[in-house]
């Protein structure tokens, strides 16, 4: 396994994050070294899951993986709809948000260990999360062995070309001293042809790609097989650990 990229630590201890998340309101950013800011829509992520996000769930399929699941809007959707999905994010403060909505979370990066891994039906790498670690190439091969073969994966991407990589900052811009949290930690942005470049060397193939609402997701699917895979078939997969 991968190790783990230097994104978790200073993501999960930004005090202006957890604030944000407890309060669900921004405005919060990440901050460039160039000064360039990155809007984090705590509002939407902080509200309950919009249409949107609604026809996103609806491609699921078998048990959901939400990487980088924030305050949990995803989770408690697919748990209201019957669905086994475990969340999982670094931020201490995702996580409790996510329990108190109802939803099943894990405190873990990614590149961590995790419940049922190469037996998940979905990823799911929603709100900008395809940046996380700042090495999509990394993520996408971390995923492909997360899922089940064949498995699928949805990915909203940047809705500008755009195939970036960087070091940022999480700020508070609402502070009067524009407060920054914690050292820089590496990121990425991605529109969707980016991430099918990217995914084409990860083991995965394109399905589909469309926009609505502003934002643009794609879905791709495993290459790979193996018959020792098998789903995950109750809730007792991701309790047990």
Not at 8 to 20: F, G, I, L, M, V
Not at 108 to 137: K, Q, Y
Not at 148 to 172: N, Y
Request: hydrophobic content about 40%; glycine content about 12%; charged content about 20%.
């Amino acid at each position: 396994m991968s190790a783990p990229p230097a994104t978790a630590a200073p993501w999960a201890t930004a005090d202006s994050y957890a604030a944000a998340l407890r309060t669900g309101r921004g405005p919060l950013f990440l901050r460039r070294s160039d000064g360039w800011l990155l809007p984090l829509e705590v509002e939407r992520w902080c509200a309950g899951a919009d249409l949107v996000d609604r026809e996103v769930l609806d491609r699921c399929e078998g048990a959901v993986l939400d990487v980088g699941c924030g305050p949990g809007r995803l989770v408690a959707e697919l748990g209201a709809r019957g669905r086994t999905v475990l969340g999982i994010d670094v931020s201490d403060a995702a996580v409790d948000h996510t329990a108190r909505l109802g939803g099943r979370a894990l405190r873990r990066s990614v590149f961590e260990p995790l419940p049922g891994e190469g037996r998940w039906g979905t990823a799911l790498l929603m709100d900008g999360n395809i940046g996380i670690g700042g090495d999509p190439h990394a993520l996408l091969t971390r995923v492909a062995q997360l899922v089940s073969p064949g498995g699928l994966l949805i990915a909203e991407t940047s809705p500008m070309d755009v195939d970036e990589r960087t070091q940022v900052q999480v700020v508070d811009v609402g502070d009067a001293h524009g407060h920054v949290d914690g050292r820089p930690f590496p990121w990425a942005r991605l529109g969707t042809p980016a991430l099918l470049r990217h995914a084409e060397g990860a083991g995965w193939r394109t399905i589909a790609q469309w926009t609505t609402g502003g934002r643009a997701f794609a879905a791709l699917r495993t290459r790979t097989a193996s018959s020792s895979a098998e789903p995950p078939k109750s809730t007792a997969v991701i309790s047990s650990q």
